[in-house]
């Protein structure tokens, strides 16, 4: 082994235990910082010496695969589900009809039932091999690519002494708080929301671009292992055994000895699941002898050893008072409904979103109806249904707002979209603060030395009205001003004020945000429909903002995953003259607005004057792909024309631009010969 070959063996083994530390024991040991250069640096390696990538190496978790379609493949072991109950006196019948198969008393093995997408996940030599979806219980559809980015699950096990081969079976979902922060950026760009965290984990997983899946923060629980002769002799013991190798496992579990603690069980967690961060809708109850199991055997649809118990949504009726149409930061209008304050799930339930007007349409609310409420997910309250038994005579529907409830604008919605939005962005108040919210961001400039709050602040004593006014803030504008804060009884008070040191961080935030990637900038300036992702990608197609703001609705198109609809807000974002002065008020003050010199060196010239479509399924993803070809001195093309020097063929080429390559004699080189070309 070469010393950049241990080099990069040593990096993902370092950087595999760190995870481990930081997701399953909660200890982390290095900082996000520290973490973050190792992973550059294997990052690195890893595009110089692709020959010696690691099957497990962590850098899968960043994502970058790209999966136009995903394949079929039958399951080793079938996925039956399991027959579902909602009494306890089911669950006495379940434990009667078993006892009397078995002609003994049966210890049971409690847990809780995920609400998410169930997975398969196979490992070969400690190494994980392939996540298969649930299907229709034959076969499923191969999500490797996209469950390789959860940072749960593990990509090598832990220890030595697992089975050569076996096959897990685990709950693919997403936390309440990533569910919450999601559907907000959904309705702020006019997308509608996810309508609970199973929806969202499953819509996640089978996204095309791994790297979104990635940034999405899906979690991973194991509750079963499958495989010949297993040295396990309970399914209690095996996951403790697989939670000894690495795994994330159902970390409540419990053996109860008879249907009586089991009940008791089941009646402790319906209770104690509001107080959850993540998604159950009941428990499982399994035999736990796994001898037993194979003695009780299967029916055609389930496994007879074991039954789901659902816990029923809280619902109540409650009477609906008004309703508030709130605008964020994009424009969208969100109707809020306001009730009479009912009790739901341990918390009291004041409003509940009705998230637009298709919504409301659909629900046909009425003035003065009572409406059905309970809590999605058992943490979101939202209105499920009208209580038409108490509906007046003659109650007229509640018709959405016409004009912005901020600015008084003829809101608009177009066709196409189910967000209604108010078009007055740069002088409509929430909309103003949003962009500059955003703009401050993590994700965008980072200036953590500013928050919600100081923004207000700033907003409201006139020293800033946009994005580029925070770069002529000064020490002295800034030292003093302040804003009384009272309580929602009007009782407490709090007066909050800029001092030196709060004013110091601030402007010093404020110069090191100038230091900020273009890709980042163009995300933090909030042109609508443009997220994170996109960002980035028309930072690396265009390089720079005045070929960004020259291009043509074609020219945009061009770009992985920029649609009409996006392409036309670029469009009308640079068309406008204020945005326009913003953006040139930003450049001025140092702010990048063009890919560095390093981000766009040539490597070489050995593709000068080549141009190049690419098509396919890569080793890595088309954008790297497509860096690549721009290093080496090449020109990426979009369609195949009797001028294009060579189609680049990853797996799954489309057969229509292979036809076409044919017939105007277009070479089609593979991966492999374009890598040998550039000499990688």
Same mark, same amino acid.
């Given at each position: 082994?070469?010393?950049? &070959?241990?080099?990069?063996?040593?990096?993902?083994?370092?950087?595999?235990?760190?995870?481990?530390?930081?997701?399953?024991?909660?200890?982390?040991?290095?900082?996000?910082?520290?973490?973050?250069?190792?992973?550059?640096?294997? *990052?690195?390696?890893?595009?110089?010496?692709?020959?010696?990538?690691?099957?497990?190496?962590?850098?899968?978790?960043?994502?970058?695969?790209?999966?136009?379609?995903?394949?079929?493949?039958?399951?080793? #072991?079938? $996925?039956?589900?399991?027959?579902?109950?909602?009494?306890?006196?089911?669950?006495?019948?379940?434990?009667?009809?078993?006892?009397?198969?078995?002609?003994?008393?049966?210890?049971?093995?409690?847990?809780?039932?995920?609400?998410?997408?169930?997975?398969?996940?196979?490992?070969?030599?400690?190494? $994980?091999?392939?996540?298969?979806?649930?299907?229709?219980?034959?076969?499923?559809?191969?999500?490797?690519?996209?469950?390789?980015?959860?940072?749960?699950?593990?990509?090598?096990?832990?220890?030595?002494? #697992?089975?050569?081969?076996?096959?897990?079976?685990?709950?693919?979902?997403?936390?309440?708080?990533?569910?919450?922060?999601?559907?907000?950026?959904?309705?702020?760009?006019?997308?509608?929301?996810?309508?609970?965290?199973? %929806?969202?984990?499953?819509?996640?997983?089978?996204?095309?671009?791994?790297? &979104?899946?990635?940034?999405?923060?899906?979690?991973?629980?194991?509750?079963?292992?499958?495989?010949?002769?297993?040295?396990?002799?309970?399914?209690?013991?095996?996951?403790?055994?697989?939670?000894?190798?690495?795994?994330?496992?159902?970390?409540?579990?419990?053996?109860?000895?008879?249907?009586?603690?089991?009940?008791?069980?089941?009646?402790?967690?319906?209770?104690?699941?509001?107080?959850?961060?993540?998604?159950?809708?009941?428990?499982?109850?399994?035999?736990?002898?796994?001898?037993? *199991? *194979?003695?009780?055997?299967?029916?055609?649809?389930?496994?007879?050893?074991?039954?789901?118990?659902?816990?029923?949504?809280?619902?109540?009726?409650?009477?609906?008072?008004?309703?508030? #149409?709130?605008?964020?930061?994009?424009?969208?209008?969100?109707?809020?409904?306001?009730?009479?304050?009912?009790?739901?799930?341990?918390?009291?339930?004041?409003?509940?979103?009705?998230?637009?007007?298709?919504?409301?349409?659909?629900?046909?609310?009425?003035?003065?109806?009572?409406?059905?409420? &309970?809590?999605?997910?058992?943490?979101?309250?939202?209105?499920?249904?009208?209580?038409?038994?108490?509906?007046?005579?003659?109650?007229?529907?509640?018709?959405?707002?016409?004009?912005?409830?901020?600015?008084?604008?003829?809101?608009?919605?177009?066709?196409? &979209?189910?967000?209604?939005?108010?078009? %007055?962005?740069?002088?409509?108040?929430?909309?103003?603060?949003?962009?500059?919210?955003?703009?401050?961001?993590?994700?965008?400039?980072?200036?953590?030395?500013?928050?919600?709050?100081?923004?207000?602040?700033?907003?409201?004593?006139?020293?800033?009205?946009?994005?580029?006014?925070?770069?002529?803030?000064?020490?002295?504008?800034?030292?003093?001003?302040?804003?009384?804060?009272?309580?929602?009884?009007?009782?407490?008070?709090?007066?909050?004020?800029?001092?030196?040191?709060?004013?110091?961080?601030?402007?010093?935030?404020?110069?090191?945000?100038?230091?900020?990637?273009?890709?980042?900038?163009?995300?933090?300036?909030?042109?609508?429909?443009?997220?994170?992702?996109?960002?980035?990608?028309?930072?690396?197609?265009?390089?720079?903002?005045?070929?960004?703001?020259?291009?043509?609705?074609?020219?945009? $198109?061009?770009?992985?995953?920029?649609?009409?609809?996006?392409?036309?807000?670029?469009?009308?974002?640079?068309?406008?003259?204020? %945005?326009?002065?913003?953006?040139?008020?930003?450049?001025?003050?140092?702010?990048?607005?063009?890919?560095?010199?390093?981000?766009?060196?040539?490597?070489?010239?050995?593709?000068?004057?080549?141009?190049?479509?690419?098509?396919?399924?890569?080793?890595?993803?088309?954008?790297?792909?497509?860096?690549?070809?721009?290093? #080496?001195?090449?020109?990426?093309?979009?369609?195949?024309?009797?001028?294009?020097?060579?189609?680049?063929?990853?797996?799954?080429?489309?057969?229509?631009?292979?036809?076409?390559?044919?017939?105007?004699?277009?070479?089609?080189?593979?991966?492999?010969?374009?890598?040998?070309?550039?000499?990688?």
């Amino acid at each position: 082994m070469n010393p950049i &070959e241990e080099e990069m063996v040593r990096l993902t083994a370092d950087l595999n235990r760190h995870n481990y530390n930081y997701y399953m024991l909660d200890a982390p040991v290095i900082s996000d910082y520290e973490f973050d250069q190792l992973l550059r640096k294997l *990052q690195d390696l890893e595009k110089q010496h692709p020959e010696f990538m690691q099957p497990d190496s962590p850098t899968q978790r960043v994502g970058g695969t790209v999966t136009k379609k995903f394949e079929t493949v039958k399951h080793v #072991y079938p $996925m039956l589900s399991l027959g579902n109950t909602y009494s306890e006196e089911e669950l006495v019948e379940f434990d009667s009809r078993l006892r009397g198969l078995v002609n003994a008393d049966i210890e049971y093995a409690c847990e809780l039932k995920y609400d998410g997408l169930a997975i398969s996940i196979q490992y070969e030599h400690g190494v $994980m091999k392939r996540a298969v979806t649930r299907g229709d219980g034959t076969q499923g559809d191969d999500v490797t690519a996209n469950v390789r980015t959860i940072p749960t699950v593990p990509l090598r096990l832990q220890g030595a002494d #697992y089975p050569d081969f076996f096959e897990v079976r685990g709950e693919i979902l997403m936390p309440f708080a990533r569910f919450e922060a999601l559907n907000r950026e959904r309705e702020d760009i006019g997308e509608p929301p996810f309508a609970n965290p199973r %929806n969202a984990a499953s819509g996640t997983l089978k996204l095309q671009e791994s790297a &979104e899946v990635a940034r999405r923060g899906l979690d991973f629980r194991l509750y079963y292992v499958m495989g010949d002769n297993l040295p396990l002799t309970t399914h209690y013991d095996s996951i403790m055994q697989l939670k000894s190798w690495g795994c994330r496992v159902n970390e409540v579990m419990k053996k109860a000895q008879g249907i009586s603690q089991v009940i008791d069980f089941m009646h402790f967690w319906d209770a104690e699941r509001k107080k959850l961060d993540f998604p159950i809708d009941g428990i499982v109850i399994k035999v736990n002898n796994f001898a037993m *199991q *194979q003695q009780l055997g299967m029916t055609a649809k389930n496994p007879r050893w074991a039954i789901a118990y659902k816990f029923k949504a809280e619902k109540q009726s409650t009477l609906l008072l008004s309703v508030d #149409y709130q605008v964020g930061r994009t424009g969208i209008v969100t109707p809020v409904a306001n009730l009479t304050p009912v009790p739901l799930a341990g918390t009291i339930v004041k409003r509940a979103t009705l998230h637009n007007a298709d919504v409301m349409a659909a629900l046909d609310i009425r003035e003065g109806d009572s409406l059905f409420v &309970e809590k999605g997910g058992e943490i979101i309250p939202k209105i499920v249904g009208v209580d038409l038994d108490k509906r007046q005579s003659g109650a007229q529907p509640v018709r959405f707002a016409t004009r912005c409830p901020e600015c008084g604008a003829v809101l608009v919605k177009n066709e196409d &979209e189910a967000g209604t939005f108010c078009p %007055n962005e740069l002088h409509c108040a929430p909309q103003i603060k949003g962009k500059m919210e955003h703009f401050i961001g993590r994700k965008a400039m980072n200036l953590d030395s500013l928050g919600e709050g100081k923004v207000e602040m700033l907003y409201e004593n006139g020293l800033v009205k946009n994005i580029a006014d925070f770069y002529d803030l000064t020490y002295n504008q800034l030292l003093g001003i302040e804003k009384k804060f009272v309580s929602e009884d009007g009782k407490a008070e709090r007066v909050v004020s800029f001092r030196e040191k709060t004013v110091e961080n601030i402007l010093a935030g404020i110069a090191q945000s100038r230091e900020v990637p273009f890709e980042r900038v163009l995300f933090a300036i909030g042109i609508r429909y443009v997220g994170e992702t996109t960002a980035k990608k028309l930072a690396r197609h265009f390089k720079n903002i005045d070929a960004l703001s020259a291009a043509t609705k074609e020219e945009l $198109m061009e770009v992985n995953d920029v649609g009409e609809r996006v392409a036309d807000s670029i469009i009308a974002y640079f068309n406008n003259v204020e %945005n326009l002065e913003i953006v040139v008020r930003l450049r001025n003050a140092g702010l990048h607005f063009a890919l560095t010199e390093a981000e766009t060196a040539t490597v070489s010239t050995v593709l000068d004057g080549k141009s190049i479509v690419v098509s396919g399924v890569f080793s890595i993803s088309r954008d790297d792909m497509k860096k690549l070809i721009e290093q #080496y001195g090449g020109k990426n093309v979009s369609s195949i024309s009797k001028n294009t020097s060579y189609v680049l063929a990853g797996e799954k080429m489309g057969p229509e631009k292979r036809k076409k390559a044919e017939s105007r004699g277009v070479p089609i080189i593979s991966e492999t010969e374009f890598y040998e070309m550039i000499g990688k």
